[in-house]
């Protein structure tokens, strides 16, 4: 396969992955993505592409397929590079400034890389009972709620995932229950707000789900802190228990890594000179993980490296609503 020569090689393609490719194109760069991953959208798009997301600006309220074909198209037009469904494994320095290899075999030659693999690789993290149930019964990410529609659900969590789905669910399913083993909640509270106030949804803390039962699954038991079992009609359960995450082979990189995120500065800058990181495998003091955030991150990262492969270009290279446009370079020093 043909290595592919490009200005800036972004790593993952989530939703900060595309807009930092986006914004390399307003910035005249070419861009390639390299994504493990099937499909563009990250785990928008592998774990919650129907569910709605409320704190990007903007909008009120957007479905994740819905955020990630916007960010699709913004990125159009500047026809990128894709490198989808096989991991990046090697960054080495060349003459070109990075050599990118994939497990596949192809390549990529860059002036500069942008990691924005979120937590990089994922798995589910497991209920501890009921396996055989797995694809028949339990589920660890719901793709489509309407195929959810009519069940008794029972979702395990106290996230933002358990409370969203919780929140989606209740308008398709029969009935739906939600079980924590706490009685607090990770979750934002404007949705435990809303999902604690909604009748259709019955909230049990302080509980575990204790044994599956049925062929097909027909109920659950759920035990409490204080011992007592209640057993409940299920043909359903959503195990939103977060996953468990694998920076893989961007551990070797010669990155700095702190708590297995990308140790950054104010410039998205690496420990490593050419690299940038943004979105959620970066790391600084006082960050929160937000989509939005990492929309900032890869505007900053792109900005940064293209001042890394011309010392001569601005940093900031203008708005996009100034008459000039990008063409226009901008200086950051006063007149």
């Known amino acids: 396969m043909t290595a592919e020569h490009v200005d800036v090689a972004v790593v993952g393609a989530g939703p900060a992955g595309l807009f930092a490719g986006f914004y390399a194109g307003l910035r005249g760069m070419r861009t390639a993505f390299v994504d493990s991953l099937d499909e563009p959208g990250g785990q928008v798009s592998a774990l919650y592409p129907e569910k709605l997301i409320r704190d990007v600006a903007g909008f009120p309220a957007i479905k994740g397929r819905e955020l990630i074909a916007q960010l699709l198209a913004q990125l159009e037009p500047y026809d990128p590079v894709w490198r989808l469904g096989s991991p990046?494994?090697?960054?080495?320095?060349?003459?070109?400034?990075?050599?990118?290899?994939?497990?596949?075999?192809s390549e990529i030659l860059a002036r500069a890389v942008v990691v924005t693999g979120g937590v990089g690789t994922f798995t589910p993290r497991t209920l501890?009972?009921?396996?055989?149930?797995?694809?028949?019964?339990?589920?660890?990410?719901?793709?489509?709620?309407?195929?959810?529609?009519g069940r008794h659900l029972v979702i395990v969590g106290g996230g933002d995932s358990a409370f969203d789905w919780a929140d989606t669910l209740a308008e398709v399913a029969a009935s739906v229950r939600l079980v924590h083993r706490r009685d607090r909640f990770r979750a934002h509270p404007d949705t435990v707000g809303r999902v604690l106030a909604d009748d259709r949804v019955d909230v049990h803390t302080n509980s575990r789900l204790v044994k599956l039962a049925g062929q097909p699954l027909e109920?659950?038991?759920i035990v409490t802190a204080d011992g007592s079992a209640r057993t409940v009609p299920c043909d359903?359960?959503?195990?939103?228990?977060?996953?468990?995450?694998?920076?893989?082979?961007?551990?070797?990189?010669?990155?700095?890594?702190?708590?297995?995120r990308i140790r950054v500065?104010?410039?998205?800058?690496?420990?490593?000179?050419?690299?940038?990181?943004a979105g959620d495998?970066?790391?600084?003091?006082?960050?929160v993980p937000?989509?939005?955030?990492?929309?900032?991150?890869?505007?900053?990262?792109?900005?940064?490296?293209?001042?890394?492969?011309?010392p001569h270009a601005a940093v900031f290279p203008g708005h996009s609503t100034d008459e000039a446009g990008l063409d226009q370079v901008h200086s950051l020093e006063p007149a």
């Open 290 to 310: 937000l989509i939005a955030v990492g929309f900032g991150e890869a505007a900053t990262a792109v900005n940064h490296a293209a001042a890394y492969m011309d």
């Open 265 to 277: 500065d104010a410039s998205m800058r690496t420990s490593r000179p050419g690299v940038f990181a």
């Open 128 to 149: 501890g009972i009921g396996d055989e149930y797995v694809g028949r019964g339990v589920t660890y990410f719901v793709k489509d709620p309407a195929a959810l529609a």
């Open 236 to 260: 359903h359960v959503v195990a939103a228990l977060g996953f468990v995450a694998n920076l893989g082979p961007i551990e070797g990189w010669g990155l700095t890594l702190e708590d297995r």
């Open 219 to 221: 109920a659950v038991t």
């Open 88 to 105: 990046a494994t090697v960054l080495a320095d060349n003459d070109a400034g990075f050599r990118l290899a994939t497990a596949d075999g």
């Open 281 to 287: 495998i970066c790391t600084y003091p006082g960050r």
